[in-house]
């Protein structure tokens, strides 16, 4: 499906090319002159000692939320493997000891390196176990094993990193973590 | 020993202290390397090259707003291994950028830095030019200096014994012959209207009439391009083009014989934006102020230009301190460190603006017009020297300001093809040159009769 | 004891064929069936939840309803329970938006109070009831929040869960191989009905009524039975799960192998569902002669063992080689139930390239039992009639006992024969030199002179021959332990000097031996096998 783009044709203004410069000029004259007298406003970060802002919505490394009792919340039903389009997602499910979960994850595992940070697995996931909120974008570390993320690794986090969500607060040391486990837990009548 | 005797030592010493305007190109290296490195970062809203410190007690890291690591660039050049390519003409490839190098020497002295010196001196009125070389044929040697950059560009280019170094200094012979040839005719309407070559009468034409650039604007122009062009700066820089000819005829080059050519180039900016400013900017004259009125009112000039220059140390002053209340609230992990920085340049900012304030201060009250002048009505030679100081800084300025232009259309314009660049010289600008000749010669001779 | 009274009729290749119209459209299906099976034959599915096949009809679900023109005008009839008649007119829902209103209502029953658990169930997959709700529900949730799920079933199992709901009936122990999860149970029934009628012991009843019914075994009793397994086939959802295959592998995680168990001379057709090279499970392939649905738990388990206890491979085929043409004595090659058509026309080369030196043996010297009438003829010596179809001894393992001294060499192939526990082999020990070609390191190769890893029947390609004289085709299960492993065939055609490349040349010699096999290549015989003539063997 061949789609023809007619250009415009340039104006004589636009031929004569010195006010097409002059306008040029002017732009990058604006920005000069913004770097010169507003340097704080600069959108340019000093990286490494300055951060980022990263948005909320931003797919970042994983995590996996924790029950109250601290517990991960994966029930290992393996959708987020499925849906991801790398096949970077590798579960292993086991049996419970809490009566109240019959099925637990034992291992969990994301390739950070085959990872295409796509989100579906956050996407996929029907107990918002797996989130991709952590907002930590830099990974670096020295061999290629350990950019695979470990159920350790995704379950090792801080709810203080994140005092707006109230499902983090739930997890220990969350603000919410008392009431949550009081709710927590079938009483059988 | 007449030609001694004929000048009195102040005389003397001043001719003799002339000859440091030489070493201005070589100066405002240093200012155009970092202009024009933080000038691009600032137009693509980068903040430019920042990172080299250098460590000073108390201060921690100075940074020199950047300026360091040009020194450490300068540096590395200066230290890295000079080597000549097999196959090359060892003498001729050492020695090409030698030359453009070397022209920077030449040209500043027949520049006029200020107006002619006239003061009373153990009893005599003396009279000392404001160029090294008061020739009248000034403008003319200016043009042969800078032509012979190019020999440099063709050596280097045949003497590295590679094609790319080949092409790239014939097209840069081929650029400088077709823009010399618009430089000159654009240049002669003022010459014209001006009645001389030397570059001190074209000045005090300016400046007893009106600026190049109001008389003849479509000259200045044509002038401009064509002094951009034969400097070889983008958006003309067809010599050097990456994705044809890598880097051009210094291809081969490396270490300080890179750092020659690159030195050349950006003192060749600097003669040319003097040229521009001398020839359509009034010169070192000052705006709307004639010398005879600045040295009537010698005290008031200094003090206006010391609080003016007191005014921009307060301004930068103001400029750290939004940044550093910015800084102090942001959460850059190194913060600390640049606010012990700045301490440097806040106090460097306070004693700059305070000396400036109390020089103002002191040239305003105690620069009597007895002090500026004689019973005579003769300058003394404080107020020659005061004059002097406010024409260099003026025309200082006025370059500096050019010299942005070179850098600000280098950042802004992409580049022109070859065959562009040839049409351009020849079929566009030659042409209105040759009009913007006779028009100027036609209207003059209807006009002044001269 | 079985209960055969209403068992749906099948249709067969010889069903008179009679006209109905469905959608007002003369189509012509098999008329001696009910009409499920008579839409499915001209391709039109039906969903249903209680119906099977080889169960007899219940029609409790509701699910497979159609309409059918009749003398009081339109009405709603199950298919699975209504018989096909000449000139019927039936709707489906692509004309008829009431059939289809009246499945989604079914099937929003159904789901009213079934757990979310599909993604801890088991059965997520290929569970009856999530493709029903893609194929004819996708209801939106009409239940409010605050009612929730509201589980009636055994009180006994009753909790209330942290968001208030009541729940109950999560993994009961009902049996040694099975858990039951009560909440998830949609009481088709079709557990009860295969206890009943398939397995004859009627160990599993529903109790309790409308909506508290649940499905329980007598009290202090277990399921227990040799098909118990079969419930999980049959349970249309997560309610009945196997331990072994309980949080083991997400279903669609799993590649499936047609092949057949080679531990029973019926030959009961499996699917062999494996990943990653391993064997998660294996499950009943539906084959209406030989296994219908059903599959014993000792061919079902059989497959954890498949990788365990393994011989190595080793490259010495010219150590055997050189071991066999240096016996003084005569040559003894022994063959065991599990040998492939293959394997059986390799060792009769082999024989016939010894020449009078060597004699073949076969047999078995386990027990020999009776046939249940479900998946098991009871003879465990898997391939006997193709020994017979390529004219081997099948059962004369005694003679090689008595006359022991008259061998210095036995060539023993998948035959354990020590380690079956009959004493008087171990007279075979006599032998100096005893070479054993096995999967598995067993008492037989433990005893060996030499003992080289083969391939399992898991992981062969090849054909055998049930007890009921049906050729079946076995195919390789990508989960050899060791890649290095050959197939039986291919070593022994190696010892006889004219190596077979692939299953295909070996199958081509076994026809040269058996007449019946002649003419017939891999592609001609079904998944469901093919029968040769002759009738039982």
Redesign the interface.
């Known amino acids: 499906m061949a789609r023809v783009i007619k250009q415009k044709p340039m104006t004589i203004i636009e031929r004569l090319y010195i006010f097409e410069a002059m306008r040029g000029l002017w732009t990058t004259l604006k920005h000069a002159a913004r770097g010169l007298f507003r340097y704080e406003e600069l959108p340019t970060i000093s990286y490494p000692e300055g951060q980022p802002e990263v948005r909320n919505s931003y797919r970042a490394k994983h995590r996996l939320m924790l029950r109250p009792d601290g517990t991960p919340r994966c029930v290992a039903c393996g959708m987020c493997a499925a849906a991801c389009p790398a096949h970077c997602i590798f579960i292993e499910a086991t049996q419970s000891d809490d009566p109240r979960i019959e099925k637990r994850v034992m291992r969990f595992d994301i390739d950070h390196l085959v990872c295409v940070f796509c989100g579906l697995c956050a996407e996929a996931c029907p107990v918002d176990a797996l989130r991709m909120d952590t907002k930590q974008i830099v990974f670096e570390h020295r061999k290629r094993e350990d950019f695979v993320a470990h159920l350790a690794d995704l379950t090792d986090w801080d709810p203080k990193d994140y005092p707006e969500d109230a499902q983090s607060q739930m997890a220990p040391g969350g603000t919410k973590n008392a009431e949550a486990r009081k709710v927590w837990g079938m009483e059988v009548k | 020993m007449d030609i001694i005797e004929s000048k009195s030592w102040v005389e003397w010493l001043i001719t003799i202290a002339k000859f440091a305007f030489c070493f201005v190109p070589v100066l405002y290296i240093l200012l155009l390397i970092p202009m024009e490195r933080?000038?691009a970062?600032?137009?693509?809203?980068?903040?430019?090259p920042n990172r080299s410190y250098i460590k000073v007690p108390y201060f921690g890291r100075i940074r020199l707003l950047g300026y360091v690591q040009n020194m450490c660039d300068g540096t590395k050049l200066f230290f890295k291994e000079m080597f000549a390519p097999k196959g090359a003409s060892k003498f001729l490839y050492y020695v090409a950028p030698a030359i453009p190098f070397a022209i920077v020497f030449l040209s500043p002295c027949v520049i006029p830095w200020f107006g002619p010196m006239v003061f009373e001196w153990g009893g005599k009125v003396v009279t000392i030019s404001g160029s090294i070389l008061d020739s009248d044929v000034g403008i003319l040697l200016l043009f042969g200096f800078s032509s012979l950059s190019a020999y440099g560009a063709v050596l280097a280019g045949w003497a590295s014994k590679s094609k790319y170094s080949y092409l790239g200094s014939l097209r840069t012979s081929a650029m400088t012959i077709s823009y010399e040839v618009c430089q000159g005719l654009s240049m002669m309407g003022l010459l014209v209207l001006a009645g001389s070559f030397s570059l001190t009468d074209i000045v005090s034409w300016q400046e007893h009439h009106v600026w190049g650039i109001v008389a003849q604007p479509v000259a200045f122009?044509c002038f401009l391009i064509a002094t951009i062009a034969e400097t070889g700066r983008a958006p003309f820089d067809v010599a050097e083009g990456e994705p044809e000819l890598v880097a051009g005829y210094h291809t081969e080059y490396g270490a300080m014989q890179f750092g020659l050519f690159y030195m050349g180039e950006y003192s060749h900016i600097c003669i040319s934006s003097f040229l521009v400013a001398t020839l359509f900017l009034g010169g070192y004259s000052v705006p709307f102020v004639t010398t005879e009125t600045m040295q009537a009112h010698m005290g008031g000039s200094l003090a206006i230009l010391c609080w003016v220059l007191a005014f921009l140390a307060l301004a930068f002053l103001h400029?750290m301190h939004?940044?550093s209340k910015?800084?102090a609230a942001?959460?850059?992990?190194?913060?600390n460190v640049i606010l012990q920085e700045y301490k440097l340049y806040k106090l460097v900012g306070w004693v700059a603006a305070l000396v400036f304030i109390a020089a103002g201060v002191a040239s305003w009250m105690f620069y009597t017009p007895e002090m500026a002048h004689t019973a005579a009505g003769v300058n003394t030679i404080g107020t020659a020297l005061g004059t002097a100081a406010i024409h260099l800084l003026v025309l200082v300025v006025k370059s500096v300001m050019f010299c942005w232009v070179w850098i600000?259309?280098r950042?802004?314009?992409p580049r022109f093809r070859y065959d562009h660049v040839m049409n351009l010289g020849w079929k566009i600008i030659l042409n209105i040159a040759i009009l913007n000749l006779v028009v100027t010669a036609v209207v003059a001779k209807l006009l002044g009769g001269n | 004891m079985s209960n055969y009274y209403n068992m749906p009729k099948l249709p067969t290749e010889s069903s008179p064929k009679v006209e109905i119209f469905v959608d007002d459209k003369a189509v012509m299906v098999p008329g001696d069936t009910n009409l499920l099976e008579a839409l499915k034959a001209v391709g039109i599915e039906t969903p249903h939840v209680c119906y099977h096949p080889y169960l007899p009809v219940s029609g409790n679900c509701r699910q497979c309803l159609v309409e059918q023109e009749g003398p009081r005008g339109r009405m709603l009839v199950i298919a699975c329970y209504t018989p096909v008649a000449p000139g019927m007119k039936i709707y489906t829902p692509a004309s008829s938006a009431r059939v289809k209103n009246a499945r989604k209502a079914t099937q929003e029953f159904m789901l009213v109070n079934h757990p979310l658990d599909c993604p801890i169930c088991d059965k997520a997959g290929e569970c009856t009831l999530q493709e029903n709700y893609m194929e004819c529900g996708q209801n939106e949730g009409r239940l409010r929040p605050e009612y929730g799920k509201n589980y009636h079933g055994n009180p006994a199992h009753q909790f209330v869960d942290s968001k208030g709901q009541v729940r109950g009936g999560k993994h009961v122990d009902i049996g040694p191989r099975i858990l039951l999860d009560e909440e998830r149970c949609v009481q088709c029934d079709r557990c009860v009905r295969f206890m009943r009628s398939v397995a004859g012991d009627e160990q599993l009843q529903l109790a309790g009524r409308a909506d508290h019914t649940y499905i329980t075994t007598f009290p202090g009793e277990k399921l227990d039975h040799e098909y118990d397994l079969c419930v999980t086939d049959v349970c249309p959802t997560g309610a009945m799960t196997a331990k072994y295959f309980r949080f083991q592998k997400r279903v669609w995680l799993l590649s499936h192998t047609p092949t057949i168990s080679m531990d029973d001379s019926l030959g009961a057709n499996i699917w062999i569902d494996h990943a990653d090279g391993k064997i998660y499970r294996v499950m009943p392939r539906c084959n209406p002669e030989v296994n219908r649905s059903w599959l014993s738990n000792t061919s079902r388990m059989a497959f954890q063992n498949f990788n365990k206890n393994r011989l190595p491979a080793i490259g010495g085929i010219s150590v055997m080689k050189d071991a066999i043409a240096s016996a003084s004595g005569k040559i003894a090659l022994v063959a065991g139930g599990e040998c492939t058509i293959e394997d059986l026309a390799a060792l009769r080369m082999l024989k016939e390239t010894l020449g009078d030196r060597a004699e073949i043996f076969a047999g078995t010297l386990k027990v020999k039992s009776e046939p249940d009438g479900i998946a098991k003829s009871g003879d465990p010596m898997a391939n006997r009639a193709g020994f017979k179809l390529l004219g081997l001894p099948d059962d004369n393992l005694y003679d090689l006992a008595q006359h022991v001294s008259d061998y210095s060499v036995v060539v023993c192939v998948n035959n354990d024969i020590i380690g079956e526990g009959n004493k008087s082999m171990d007279a075979i020990e006599k032998i100096p030199t005893r070479i054993v070609l096995s999967a598995f390191n067993d008492e037989t190769a433990s005893k060996a002179t030499l003992a080289f890893g083969i391939k399992h029947w898991s992981e062969v390609q090849g054909t055998m021959v049930n007890s009921l004289n049906i050729l079946q085709k076995l195919n390789a299960a990508p989960t050899a332990p060791d890649a290095e492993l050959k197939p039986a065939y291919e070593v022994l055609s190696e010892l006889a000097g004219k190596p077979f490349t692939c299953a295909y040349d070996a199958f081509k010699k076994a026809a040269e031996y058996a007449p019946a096999l002649a003419g017939l290549a891999y592609d001609t015989i079904k998944s469901t096998g093919l029968h040769l003539e002759g009738g039982n063997a």
């Open positions: 933080r000038g970062g600032f137009m693509q809203d980068r903040q430019g122009f400029m939004r940044y910015k800084l942001s959460r850059q992990s190194n913060k600000w259309v950042w802004t314009l």
